[in-house]
C-alpha cells in the first residue's frame, strides 16, 4: 500500500497570503496524484489531478506541481472560502489511499 | 447534472450487517467506474471499495476485504456496498463517487450517509 504524508497538518494564514501544501508518497507514483478541498459538513471536492491539470471551473489560484514522490499544492493568495480542509490521493495502483490532511486555518 | 444519493444508513450493533444503497443520475452510469470513500467523523477520507464499469475490476481496502461487497446494477443505474461482520472502527460517513474520467480520481461525490457500529 501507498502510504502519502502531508505537511504541515495545520498551515495558520491571512487572506491574501500564499498557502503551499506538500504531499509525499512512500514510492514512485509518477504524476498520479489528485488534491481534494473539504468544508465543514460538506462532501470534498476535487481540485486538482494528474498533479497539475485544474479541475473545470477550478480557479486559477489553485496549481499543483511536482512528480514522482513529491508534491505541492499551491494557492496563490488566499481568499476566505479557501479555508478548509486540503486532501492529496494516489491513484498509481489499488488500494487508492489519502493522505492525512492538511487544515488551512485563518 | 450528476447526482448521487446514497441511502440505507444508520445504527447497527456490532457484528451484524447493513446494504448502502447509491441511486446515480445525469450521466451514463454504465460507462465510470464508481467507488465508496468513507470518513470517520472528525476523520479523515479513507478509500473503501472499487468497481469498474463493467464489475470485471473490484479491488477493496484491506480494512474491510472478506467483510465488504461491492456491486452494481447498470439497468437500475445504482451502486451497493453489503457490510457484513460490522465493527466499531466501520462507523463513518460512507460517500458513493464517480470516478472522475475513468482513471481512478473521484468527483462529484454524493452526500454521504451516516453509518454507526454501536451496541
Known amino acids: 500500500e501507498i502510504v502519502l504524508t502531508q505537511s504541515p497538518a495545520t498551515l495558520s494564514l491571512f487572506p491574501g497570503e500564499r498557502a503551499t501544501l506538500s504531499c509525499r508518497a512512500s514510492q514512485f507514483i509518477d504524476n498520479y496524484i489528485a488534491w481534494y478541498q473539504q468544508k465543514p459538513g460538506q462532501a470534498p471536492r476535487l481540485l486538482i489531478y494528474?498533479?497539475?491539470k485544474r479541475v473545470t471551473g477550478i480557479p486559477a489560484r489553485f496549481s499543483g506541481s511536482g512528480s514522482g514522490t513529491d508534491f505541492t499544492l499551491t494557492i496563490s493568495s488566499l481568499e476566505p472560502e479557501d479555508f478548509a480542509v486540503y486532501y492529496c490521493?494516489?491513484?498509481?495502483?489499488?488500494?487508492?489511499?489519502f493522505g492525512g490532511g492538511t487544515k488551512v486555518e485563518i | 447534472e450528476v447526482q448521487l444519493v446514497e441511502s440505507g444508513g444508520g445504527l447497527v450493533q456490532p457484528g451484524r450487517s447493513l446494504r448502502l444503497s447509491c441511486a446515480a443520475s445525469?450521466?451514463?452510469?454504465?460507462?465510470?467506474?464508481m467507488h465508496w470513500v468513507r470518513q470517520a467523523p472528525g476523520k479523515g477520507l479513507e478509500w473503501v471499495s472499487g468497481?469498474?464499469?463493467?464489475?470485471?475490476?473490484?479491488g477493496y481496502a484491506d480494512s474491510v476485504k472478506g467483510r465488504f461487497t461491492i456491486s452494481r446494477d447498470n439497468a437500475k443505474n445504482s451502486l451497493y456496498l453489503q457490510m457484513n461482520s460490522l465493527r466499531p472502527e466501520d462507523t463513518a460517513f460512507y460517500y458513493c463517487?464517480?470516478?472522475?474520467?475513468?482513471?481512478?480520481?473521484?468527483?462529484?461525490w454524493g452526500q454521504g450517509t451516516l453509518v454507526t457500529v454501536s451496541s
Open positions: 490521493q494516489h491513484r498509481s495502483n489499488w488500494p487508492l489511499t
Open positions: 468497481i469498474s464499469w463493467s464489475s470485471t475490476n473490484i
Open positions: 494528474d498533479a497539475s
Open positions: 463517487v464517480k470516478d472522475f474520467l475513468g482513471d481512478g480520481w473521484f468527483d462529484p
Open positions: 445525469g450521466f451514463t452510469f454504465d460507462n465510470y467506474a
